[in-house]
């Protein structure tokens, strides 16, 4: 079958869209007067009309296209705008001319351009529902700060060393920040769509995103103060961890790649004895029910992200210096004082010295088992001062547990000689 002429396509892609946007518009152009003027017909001509310009006589003559289609869409909106002051017709029909201009030099790009905006004007409903009674004002800011740390903050950002020891790279502490606000939020949008229904271990799984020692704290007050959600809390308090794991593949991938191939089944056994071991606590607290919360609050801490790139800063910074005086064994030290306050940066830290070429990525494995084992005490403290005594007997084995089986992987795979 001989292949369409670059025209013809160009033409038919327009021709597509034109009567795809159309046919959304007439159906809410509504019957007898008054009405949008624009509908199917006027959306299809509108669409050609951008080809043949473009085909005719290239940017210039679209443009002038364009300016006369937006000149009769503003006439059309003053007419008509005591009774829809609404621009979204005709925006839509300007945008569908420039669109019907772009499918002769870039018909792929064009079709599905023109399919997301018939895609945009037919979920109105849903989206204004979304906007006015789904989303919350928390969410929105939550949102927004992501917006801007993600497309305004990390672009401006030097994405060379700097600072002492050449140990700081921003946009790749920045970077990290990211993805730990956006696991955060995706955990926090799961608990918002199924609701509160899975109780404290749902709760506790995608809390353990943000911090899983501050979800075993929480955990453990929620045990101490209603001993009947024991098991349920306790479930939270070990499916948190899961989701530290979950995590921290996750930043190690974001650092370094060699990094992770190189640990990958020491994180998987540890997860694996976390899931195990929560999963047995999980079956009798799917009996409970936690409270439902409409608003839960923010989709994520931006306390906690910045107060984590600090922590990663510092941390940087220490194991650079300890790797420069005491060699293999300095990047150990730091890496385990950093891991009792936040295995993630600790292990960041580490797996960014491999991506700089400073370590070997066989050298990063036992430090990074360093700050795991480190940060279960830390978790061990939370849970016994938080829970008392039968919380903690119920929650420090399976951080045992977790730990013992990541240097369990770890052997297994030969990567710590004994």
């Known amino acids: 079958m001989p292949a369409l002429h670059?025209?013809?396509?160009?033409?038919?892609?327009?021709?597509?869209?034109?009567?795809?946007?159309?046919?959304?518009?007439?159906?809410?152009?509504?019957?007898?007067?008054?009405?949008?003027?624009?509908?199917?017909?006027?959306?299809?001509?509108?669409?050609?009309?951008?080809?043949?310009?473009?085909?005719?006589?290239?940017?210039?003559?679209?443009?002038?296209?364009a300016a006369v289609v937006a000149g009769f869409a503003g006439l059309s909106y003053w007419r008509a705008r005591d009774q829809d002051p609404g621009l979204t017709t005709e925006t839509a029909l300007v945008?569908?001319?420039?669109?019907?201009g772009l499918a002769?030099?870039?018909?792929?790009?064009?079709?599905?351009?023109?399919?997301?905006?018939a895609v945009l004007l037919a979920a109105r409903t849903a989206l204004h529902r979304f906007t006015r009674s789904v989303l919350t004002d928390d969410e929105l800011r939550s949102l927004l700060i992501f917006a801007g740390a993600t497309v305004v903050v990390l672009p401006l950002l030097p994405d060379h060393p700097i600072?002492?020891?050449?140990?700081?790279?921003?946009?790749?502490?920045?970077?990290?920040?990211?993805?730990?606000?956006?696991?955060?939020?995706?955990?926090?949008?799961?608990?918002?769509?199924?609701g509160a229904r899975f109780g404290l271990p749902l709760a506790g799984f995608a809390s353990g995103f943000?911090?899983?020692?501050?979800?075993?704290?929480?955990m453990g007050e929620r045990a101490?103060?209603?001993?009947?959600?024991?098991?349920?809390?306790?479930a939270g308090a070990v499916l948190s961890s899961v989701a530290t794991i979950v995590q921290l593949a996750l930043l190690i991938a974001a650092v370094s790649l060699e990094t992770l191939r190189a640990f990958w089944l020491p994180l998987v056994v540890s997860g694996g004895a976390a899931i195990v071991y929560g999963g047995i606590f999980t079956v009798w607290a799917l009996e409970h029910r936690a409270e439902d919360h409409p608003t839960p609050g923010n989709a994520f801490s931006l306390k906690t992200a910045l107060t984590f790139a600090a922590i990663l800063a510092v941390i940087l910074v220490i194991a650079a210096a300890a790797q420069d005086w005491f060699g293999e064994t300095g990047v150990l030290i730091a890496a385990s004082i950093g891991g009792l306050a936040d295995t993630h940066s600790a292990a960041v830290s580490v797996a960014s010295l491999v991506q700089e070429k400073r370590i070997e990525a066989s050298m990063a494995i036992?430090?990074?088992?360093?700050?795991?084992?480190?940060?279960?005490?830390?978790?061990?403290?939370f849970a016994i001062t938080t829970g008392g005594r039968a919380f903690a007997l119920y929650v420090i084995p399976g951080l045992i547990l977790m730990a013992a089986a990541a240097w369990a992987g770890a052997f297994l795979a030969g990567l710590v000689k004994g």
């Open 163 to 194: 600072g002492p020891y050449g140990a700081l790279n921003l946009r790749t502490v920045w970077l990290v920040v990211i993805l730990v606000m956006a696991v955060s939020a995706a955990g926090y949008i799961a608990v918002r769509l199924v």
């Open 210 to 218: 943000v911090s899983s020692s501050a979800t075993i704290g929480a």
């Open 224 to 234: 101490r103060s209603q001993p009947e959600l024991m098991r349920p809390a306790v």
């Open 366 to 381: 036992v430090p990074i088992l360093a700050a795991i084992t480190a940060n279960t005490v830390t978790k061990a403290a």
């Open 6 to 65: 670059p025209l013809v396509l160009g033409f038919l892609v327009a021709l597509g869209v034109g009567l795809l946007v159309g046919i959304d518009r007439e159906r809410h152009k509504g019957d007898g007067l008054p009405h949008h003027a624009a509908g199917l017909r006027t959306f299809t001509l509108a669409a050609l009309l951008g080809a043949v310009a473009m085909a005719a006589g290239e940017a210039l003559l679209l443009a002038a296209a």
């Open 95 to 100: 945008l569908t001319t420039l669109i019907g």
């Open 104 to 117: 002769i030099r870039e018909p792929t790009f064009a079709a599905g351009l023109g399919v997301v905006a």
